[in-house]
């Protein structure tokens, strides 16, 4: 029989971040983004996965009748002191599960490398503000630091929708009200809780995920009745992620969602994650702040992903950071290689690279011959 509580006290020893158990493989834990073998068994077998099954369900009949209805569930458990998510689907009709580890001690911005214009958009007495990313790029990590941030500093109701929960907050000078999505839990779905939100009088929404039109259709309205909604979205820019929010639409809705999309969007951080030349794992940000110009980009008939792109990449004045910048900022700072940066973007704006490296490089050679040295 596997023993569950051996291999999860290994990956917390190792620092992973995710342990992946399937049947046929031994236990693996990714690490700084590496996928090892755990060697304290064998490969896993079905009679182990059944075995596993037991150990996260714990025998709670919900839990078991949402996984055989859907086949699938998300949860959270708690070993060590320390919360897991996990989710639990199937393969060829056997469980198979991956565990995110979830650490007690959120980092500071600084650590993560978040650009303070993000955490001054948090002031913000009411819009949109939204955090994306595609899977495993530190959404989550950053949301509930932004949520932390507010809490030490803000005097505000914040209320979050998450699924499932995983850091758990402790009310400070803000009051934090933490809810639970799903069958069984403490709200059934998202779009019902951010609906309710409105009779808590919370000042702040945070929604875990946007993931269809229902949920950001009570998403802007929570924004446009005066609260500040932070919310997040599986897209890899900026620029996509308000052409994802208006594909949630039909065509004969886009323009008018365009102009309310426009008035209450405030800023959008995309983000991304990168083994740096020393082997951990750095933070590449985008981030847009919406301004006019960006304001009479969203509102035009058509909506053009490369126009917004120019528009950040040019608007460091008002905050807003483009992808090449930070690219080319990592590689100045000698914390990614060329090689590297160049692979994080599209070979049409390689030259566009080059060219901001170089400005970057005589930039800081004027500072440092400034400065002395």
């Known amino acids: 029989m596997v023993d569950v509580e051996n291999i999860l006290k290994s990956a917390i020893d190792k620092d992973a971040s995710d342990i992946h158990l399937i049947s046929g493989i031994k236990p693996m834990l990714r690490i700084a983004r590496n996928l090892l073998p755990y060697d304290g068994c064998d490969a896993l077998t079905v009679e182990d996965m059944a075995d596993i099954y037991d150990y996260f369900i714990r025998g709670n009949v919900e839990k078991d009748n949402v996984f055989k209805e859907t086949k699938k569930l998300d949860s959270s458990f708690e070993f060590a002191g320390l919360r897991f998510r996990v989710n639990i689907s199937l393969s060829n ?19 993560l490398g978040v650009p303070d214009i993000v955490r001054r958009m ?62 069984g839990q403490d709200v059934l779905r ?37 609260h500040l909604v932070i919310g997040t979205l599986h897209t890899k820019s900026c620029a996509e992620t308000i052409d994802r929010m208006i594909n949630f639409y039909d065509i004969s809705d886009q323009q008018s969602i365009k102009y309310m999309i426009a008035s209450l969007l405030k800023l959008v951080t995309s983000q991304r994650l990168i083994r740096g030349k020393d082997g951990k794992l750095v933070l590449l ?89």
């Not at 009709?93 to 650590?111: A, G, M, S, Y």
């Not at 985008?286 to 058509?302: A, T």
Request: glycine residues 6%.
């Open 190 to 226: 998202y779009k019902d809780g951010v609906k309710n939100c409105l009779r808590e009088d919370c000042d702040i929404l945070v929604i875990g995920e946007i993931r269809d039109r229902e949920t950001m259709d009570a998403a802007i309205e929570t924004a446009e009745a005066g």
């Open 285 to 373: 940000p985008e981030v847009m702040v919406v301004d006019n110009i960006v304001q009479g980009l969203i509102r035009k008939e058509k909506f053009s992903v490369s126009e917004v792109e120019d528009a950040i990449q040019s608007a460091s004045a008002n905050g807003s950071i483009g992808l090449i910048n930070s690219i080319a900022k990592l590689f100045v700072d000698d914390v990614i290689t060329l090689e590297q940066a160049k692979s994080q973007i599209e070979e049409k704006n390689i030259e566009t690279l080059n060219r901001t490296i170089m400005q970057m490089k005589i930039k800081k050679g004027n500072n440092d011959n400034h400065l002395g040295y």
């Open 93 to 111: 009709e056997v469980p198979v599960f991956t565990l995110r580890i979830i650490k007690n001690t959120l980092p500071t911005f600084e650590e």
């Open 122 to 183: 948090m002031y913000q007495p009411q819009g949109l503000v939204l955090v994306t990313g595609k899977t495993n790029s530190g959404k989550t990590t950053t949301l509930n630091a932004l949520i932390n941030d507010i809490n030490e500093n803000q005097n505000k109701k914040i209320l979050t929708l998450e699924s499932p929960i995983e850091y758990k907050h402790t009310s400070k000078k803000s009051i934090i009200v933490q809810k639970e999505v799903g069958v």
